[in-house]
């Protein structure tokens, strides 16, 4: 199981929106083999920038309503919120630097 | 013999790195697998594998790359997600830069892939609010809505079926009249009420609010021309060779695939060149698998012949 904490629909504007970290929005669902694939790499990057950064998933099976206001129509979708705004969003599987490199720039 | 970080470097870690990364390992060789993203390569977006011996009832494509990266860490693989950006390559010693670091092998096993070709019609846009790679990832979002499939090589044609399973209708639109995948594939997709054909035809082009509304479709013998209203648009036209790292070093075919003999060996000694990024007439994951089992041998003699 992922280390990284789950969040549901109703949890989403606190504990993003409202966050005071910078936060990273993993969308995935259990069907999807890059979201289970990246998984680990997420969590890496937990380890490392933790501290400064929060990180969060959202199951869009369990959530769909969360992924429709925000238009997602594929996963992964990472969503990089800062002050309850979008800063950055990458869909698809990506290398391990551009993913540090998103969030350095947070 | 020079002294170097490593005897064997294998880039990537889908099916043909990862078996070459368990023949290497089992030879005890000194090696180290890169990956820049996650392991598992192009079959991680596959979802049912009915190819592949030794699952009868097939298996999925996701669970397959597991079991093969589960296997080559038993044996005590090394892997590390880094991404070479640059090489300089001399039958001696193959210097690797990833980022700032630099490492060196004596041989190097290039087994980074292909990925899936995009039209260039403009869908960059689009991606994903509507166009799509990995129906098994997507296929949901899709649920009793009308989408458009391109391509029609086993990928589009399974991946056409597998959206069948969520979807309203699937146009499938391919540029011949007749389709390339296999025909135990071609049997399910004929027979399939969800599925309409859409021959001779390219995608020109797509439009849409919020993401993909309509797709422009041309038959390439007519030139007629028509619109599909669909909320997605799926592409398996084929693949493109991950090479990017490659600075004009290796011999390569005139779609950009790296040329090799039957050994695997590239125009330069010591370098391999296994599964997807290859030359070669077929694609699969048996290929791939078969392609590294050979080459990681080749790495082996390679090793034991330097001065």
């Known amino acids: 199981m992922s280390s990284i904490f789950e969040i549901d629909d109703d949890a989403f504007e606190k504990e993003v929106l409202g966050s005071a970290k910078p936060v990273v929005v993993d969308f995935w669902a259990p069907w999807c083999g890059p979201c289970r694939a990246i998984t680990p790499i997420i969590e890496e990057l937990e380890v490392t920038y933790g501290d400064k950064i929060k990180f969060v998933k959202v199951n869009v099976d369990e959530n769909p309503l969360t992924p429709s206001k925000y238009g997602i129509k594929a996963i992964p979708t990472l969503i990089f919120f800062k002050d309850g705004e979008i800063a950055d969003q990458i869909t698809g599987m990506v290398a391990k ?3 540090e490199e998103t969030i350095k720039a947070l | 013999m020079p002294q170097t970080d490593y005897d064997i470097v294998i880039i990537g870690a889908g099916p043909a790195g990862l078996t070459a990364g368990i023949y290497a390992a089992r030879a005890r060789m000194n090696v180290l697998l890169l990956e820049k993203a996650a392991p598992g390569g ?3 977006i596959t979802d049912w594998v009915e190819n592949y011996p030794g699952f009868p009832e097939g298996i999925s494509g996701y669970d397959l790359g597991e079991k093969m990266l589960i296997q080559a860490k ?5 892997i590390s997600t880094e991404e070479v950006t640059a090489m300089e390559l001399s039958p001696g010693v193959k210097t690797l830069h990833l980022g700032e670091k630099t490492l060196t092998t004596k041989s190097l096993i290039i087994a980074s892939g292909a990925s899936p070709k995009k039209l260039n019609v403009g869908e960059e846009k689009f991606m994903g609010k509507g166009v799509s790679f990995c129906a098994t990832c997507d296929a949901p979002f899709f649920r009793d809505k009308t989408v458009v499939a391109v391509g029609g090589g086993d990928t589009a044609v399974q991946e056409a079926i597998f959206l069948t399973k969520f979807v309203n209708k699937v146009y499938l639109i391919h ?4 389709l390339r995948a296999t025909k135990i594939l071609q049997e ?7 599925i309409e054909f859409v021959w001779d035809s390219v995608v020109t082009g797509m439009d849409g609010f919020f993401g ?6 041309k038959n390439v013998k007519t030139d007629e021309t ?6 997605g648009c799926f592409v398996w036209i084929g693949t493109v060779p991950n090479t990017d790292f490659l600075t004009n070093s290796l011999e390569l075919d005139e779609w950009g695939f790296i040329k090799a003999d039957k050994h695997m060996e590239t125009s330069v000694p010591g370098v391999f060149a296994v599964g997807d990024v ?4 077929l694609r699969q994951i048996a290929t791939a698998v078969g392609d590294a089992a050979i080459a990681a041998v080749s790495a082996e003699h390679f090793i034991e012949n330097l001065a």
């Open chain 1, 97 to 99: 630097a551009k993913l």
């Open chain 2, 42 to 44: 192009q079959i991680i």
């Open chain 2, 74 to 78: 038993n044996l005590g693989l090394e």
């Open chain 2, 175 to 178: 540029r011949r009249d007749e």
């Open chain 2, 188 to 194: 399910r997709a004929f027979s399939n009420d969800k």
């Open chain 2, 212 to 217: 993909v509304e309509n797709v422009h479709v």
């Open chain 2, 226 to 231: 028509k619109t599909i209203k669909a909320d």
């Open chain 2, 278 to 281: 290859r030359d070669t007439p």
